[in-house]
């Protein structure tokens, strides 16, 4: 079991880490206006109309922004600092945050390519993260 | 002046020792000795507020934190108009406001809004106190400091897009602790300069310790009415001028724009045409300093300077005391004190500042003063605009 503070699935958010588990990165498209969003919800806060579709989206994308944690938000993550927490704009059109997996944080920079990888926390919990991939 | 224009009437904050407050205090008895001591100040009793106006962190968690029922209960008297709406550290000018609002419409004729904290000595402050319900789930279990490392993202992007360097950052840091040197009530007084700023560790890239704003406990009241009932009492009423709101996100990853604040663009713009100023009208301005990017972000998106343009805006100390901009003259969130929810004392220094009570701090002549409050992770903004008749 993770010390660290694990997410509260709920009915919203359930399929997207439902997907995570089975290795897909899984984003709600509007049946309305087709554009994806995230996180998930019961309405598109694009066109606001109530209704998606799941699709897995190629999980790639761009670092827009990112900190380097040099302590510990919880003392689950005292034995990872310094790590990276980052904004990434996947290819879709969506921002998401998550960590960037690298053994030198200080080499991390808005608008290098990244692609996911899967880290099963917990038999019940797969997290997506994310590597450089130039 | 109309009858029922809104005013500002009495002001108050809890005297602090070291960032803590004095032994055998409550956030509640905290909040009803500054409410007595702002009443007090303008000629009125408690049994004269039937406006309430309360947002914090203390209470029940859950099932329900009703804060102004609470403190009715506390305070011994039955409210007509109420208000606990939680934006963040902006909700006080928020609250200003909304009180003003609804002193207009006569819902009531005294509004007293509230601010209490024991964070500081409760130990209650931590990077990642918050539970990982909701969009929180998608934050949370990533590691992100709460709320530093969303701040840290926004200045990283500023300083990708603009150029923005961390010295740029630490003046911000440095004016307030000039101000608090003028300030026997900031608890930070001590001289520091560009280098001390970027001399101390670095917590979350490119945010340093003195990036960030204290931990302290705190209160304060604010004490409003209608310009007819303050013609009716002694002291200085501060005119409302104009006020305005806007809130888009709760985790930073939904921020229409990471490096432009775009709710402080939409408050400030509501309450500078309610006004009917410009930026360019303001003699001293209150600007929340959770972190030395919220003042960046806030002065460009306030339109006291062009986007990007921010950090060359401080860097010549023009907001230092003496300097053609003064800002955050108490020393704000950085150097005077900052109990978790900051936004209350935005409005306590603007008033002392435009009733000329501000001893070595007083800014001369300062009749028009801009508070601006930002809550969350840059997830909100309110302005208010007040002005000494």
């Not at chain 2, 969009?135 to 990708?160: F, I, K």
Request: net charge negative; glycine share 12%; aromatic share 6%.
């Amino acid at each position: 079991m993770s010390d660290k503070p694990l997410p509260t699935i709920d009915p919203d958010s359930a399929p997207f880490w439902a997907a995570c588990g089975e290795g897909r990165l899984d984003l709600p498209h509007c049946r309305a206006c087709a554009r994806p969003h995230f996180p998930p919800r019961a309405l598109c806060p694009h066109c606001h109309e109530v209704g998606c579709d799941w699709r897995a989206a190629a999980g790639t994308g761009t670092i827009h922004t990112f900190t380097v944690a040099r302590r510990p938000a919880h003392p689950g993550f005292k034995d990872e600092v310094p790590y990276v927490v980052a904004l990434i704009d996947l290819d879709e059109g969506v921002r998401m945050m998550s960590n960037i997996v690298t053994d030198d944080p200080d080499a991390v920079a808005i608008g290098q390519r990244v692609e996911v990888v899967f880290d099963k926390v917990t038999d019940d919990l797969t997290m997506p993260k994310f590597q450089r991939i130039d | 002046m109309g009858a029922r224009d809104p005013v500002i009437v009495g002001v108050a904050d809890t005297a602090l020792v070291e960032g803590k407050m004095a032994a055998g205090t409550t956030p509640l008895s905290m909040q009803a000795h500054a409410a007595k001591a702002a009443l007090d100040e303008a000629g009125l009793r408690v049994a004269d507020v039937d406006g309430l106006l309360v947002a914090g962190a203390w209470g029940q968690p859950r099932p329900g934190n009703m804060m102004p029922i609470a403190l009715a209960e506390y305070f011994g008297i039955r409210p007509s108009f109420a208000d606990g709406t939680n934006i963040g550290g902006s909700s006080f000018e928020m609250f200003v406001g909304h009180a003003a609002m609804a002193l207009r419409q006569g819902m009531c004729e005294v509004a007293l809004i509230l601010y209490g904290s024991d964070q500081r000595s409760a130990r209650a402050r931590t990077l990642g106190g918050r539970p990982t319900y909701y969009s929180l789930q998608y934050e949370v279990p990533w590691g992100q400091p709460t709320p530093l490392g969303s701040y840290a993202m926004a200045a990283q992007r500023h300083m990708h897009l603009y150029g923005t360097r961390p010295e740029q950052l630490a003046e911000v840091a440095v004016s307030a602790r000039e101000w608090a040197r003028l300030n026997p009530a900031a608890m930070m007084r001590d001289e520091m300069g560009i280098d001390d700023v970027l001399a101390t560790a670095m917590i979350a890239d490119p945010l340093r310790r003195a990036d960030c704003c204290l931990v302290t406990d705190g209160g304060g009241a604010i004490v409003m009415t209608t310009a007819e009932r303050a013609a009716d009492l002694d002291g200085t009423a501060i005119d409302v001028l104009g006020f305005g709101e806007s809130m888009s996100h709760i985790t930073i990853g939904a921020m229409p724009d990471v490096a432009w604040h775009t709710t402080a663009a939409e408050a400030g713009a509501r309450a500078f045409a309610m006004a009917g100023l410009t930026p360019g009208d303001i003699d001293v301005a209150e600007i929340y300093d959770s972190f030395t990017i919220t003042v960046l972000m806030s002065l460009e998106a306030l339109g006291f300077c062009g986007r990007g343009e921010s950090g060359a805006f401080v860097a010549d100390g023009r907001t230092r005391p003496g300097g053609a901009f003064p800002m955050n003259t108490n020393g704000g969130g950085l150097s005077f004190a900052h109990p978790g929810m900051y936004g209350i004392f935005l409005v306590t220094e603007a008033v002392r500042q435009l009733r000329g009570e501000a001893g070595p701090r007083q800014v001369p002549g300062a009749r028009v003063a801009l508070a601006h409050g930002t809550g969350g992770t840059l997830s909100s903004g309110a302005t208010c605009i007040l002005a000494r008749r």
